[in-house]
């Protein structure tokens, strides 16, 4: 069974991408268990934030369990899952026997829709109004994980393989690049993939909020041009704009800490960038 694994970080459009396999004829489809242990476990990395997790799968061990079982009637597991939440766990126990590919968007402009999604309101420092949580964390970028991801595969060529993207280059051509990818991982490629019908997916239920644009989407929509990411400046200028001025809440952020990350992303994101899939 081919088992494969896309890595990614918030905001880069992986869950329309995931969704484009949804149904597809033997492919079973993840959607981010190891964010069950990471928010729930007992060895939990953060508290709880989202509203459930699946049965039996609270675990590290146990989302591995299920990833690396057999399924009659597929031939393919596809999980779409953060790298942050391997946070604790890189190492091989883990990444060993899967075909890992990347998705990835310009840190700048993923920092700016999790700091919307994630802050609270700027007004009166209630839950932030479309996902129920209360803070932005700078480390939940995730490009320092999905950077180690890349660098074991990398060491590791004789027994992994590896595909990246970019999420602007998958929308200025999203028949292209996913039939490139597909033929890159060996997944199967129909035209008919890349639209769907808006609506609910039990599996997204977990994380209420996160995902309503790809709830409301119909497929993957070209986009007829790239739009710039804006400097690590501008997302912190913005951020300091949007945060809640209360008193017990507008001393809880960093702000050079948070800069500094942003600008360590954008240089990862560079050198992941450089061994993205491209269309010829």
Known sequence: MRRIILWTCPRCVSTAFERCFIGVEGVKVFHEPYGNPFY???????????????????????????????????????SKDMAYYLRNKMNAKYLRGFQHTLLMRHPCKTALSLWTKSRCEPDTGAPNASTGWTFFDVRDLGYRELYDIADFVLNHREEQ???????????LDPSGMMRAYCAATGLPYDAGMLTWEPGPVEAWNTWPGWHDDALRSTGLQKREHRKPAPSVAEVVAAMKADVCTLPHHHEHYNWQEIQAELQHAVDLYGKLYAHALKLE
């Open 40 to 78: 729930y476990g007992a060895d939990r990395a953060q508290t709880p934030e989202a509203v459930g997790f699946a049965p039996g799968m609270d675990t590290f061990d146990g989302v591995l369990a299920a990833l690396r079982a057999d399924y009659p009637g597929f031939h393919t597991v596809f």
């Open 161 to 171: 393989q590896q595909q990246d993207g970019a999420d602007d280059d998958l929308l």
